[in-house]
């Protein structure tokens, strides 16, 4: 945990670059304070300890001591320089959009496995676009959408695409509510809301910054995914999958909703830490409680 802010101990003054870092580094750990020293002053993190006597103005030790004063509170890091990596992807974030997690690469790794070359894919929530993106990048010839109920997401979204070079569309949906009833896709993934109201994890350093709307899903953190999965059959193709990240202790709950709703080869992912995290379920090949008639996204 970043230590709290004392007086005076996250000043930075003109000198040299390693001067400056030792003195983000009497405030913050070590990672914290490399990345916001060279944010600082414009370089990168190996010139922090290549040229250590390299001069640093005091303008940008007004900059550092700003940017050390903002992790101090408890502001992610990933706001304050205005960038996260993902999937090997840097994606530009702010306040608008949760910041990216590793774990959520867990996501993208379980979508990937069932996405083929041409396949269409659905990112509900896409935030910043990670997943959405990260499918794009690895996917080239699948045709991808992403959409967020937050406007503001999706410009975050745009953004990073049109930085990025990849091919995704990105739309404005309260989860499956722009599209039609039989518009369907291969694979549908989410990494939805799943905090309990009450956590209170909430308040501590990181997530108080983040949006609200983005966590939490009510008393138990299943609300968003009771919206999802019953919704689901009506969007994906014979035989698509639904892939769905979740809090770890939320394993059984989620089976019984994918179990529930049709959904058959249910089956829970860990993830880095060994928790479960993901859990996929695919739609079976045939339709017997309704007459199927597919509609997919033009070309």
Excluded at 80 to 87: K, Y
Excluded at 112 to 119: E, G, I, K, N
């Amino acid at each position: 945990m970043t230590p709290p802010a004392t007086a005076g101990s996250s000043d930075v003054h003109a000198g040299t670059l390693g001067a400056a870092l030792d003195t983000a580094r009497g405030a913050l750990d070590r990672l914290d304070a490399e990345v916001l020293t060279a944010h600082a002053v414009g370089c990168s993190r190996g010139t922090l300890y290549a040229f250590p006597e390299r001069p640093v103005s005091a303008k940008q030790a007004r900059r550092l001591t700003g940017l050390v004063r903002r992790r101090q509170r408890g502001e992610p890091l990933a706001y304050i320089v205005g960038w996260r990596e993902f999937w090997s992807l840097t994606l530009r974030v702010d306040a608008r959009v949760l910041v990216p997690r590793p774990e959520t690469e867990c996501v993208v790794e379980a979508a990937l496995t069932r996405v083929a070359d041409h396949a269409t894919v659905l990112d509900l929530g896409t935030g910043s676009g990670a997943i959405a993106l990260a499918v794009a990048a690895s996917r080239p010839h699948a045709r991808v959408v992403g959409v967020d109920r937050d406007a503001g997401c999706i410009r975050v979204a745009r953004e990073n695409a049109a930085r990025l070079g990849l091919t995704a569309a990105f739309r404005h949906s309260d989860w499956f509510s722009a599209f039609r009833r039989n518009e369907r896709f291969d694979v549908v993934v989410a990494n939805p809301p799943y905090v309990p109201d009450a956590d209170p994890h909430l308040m501590g350093d990181g997530l108080r910054f983040e949006p609200r709307d983005a966590l939490v899903a009510g008393a138990d953190g299943l609300a968003a995914l009771r919206r999802i999965v019953p919704a689901a059959p009506k969007h994906l193709v014979r035989g698509g999958w639904l892939c769905v990240e979740h809090g770890h202790d939320q394993q059984a709950p989620v089976r019984e909703l994918f179990l529930a709703h049709g959904f058959e080869d249910v089956e829970t992912m860990p993830d880095l830490a060994g928790s479960p995290r993901v859990t996929c379920g695919r739609m079976p090949h045939t339709h017997s409680a309704m007459p199927y008639r597919e509609t997919r996204l033009p070309p």
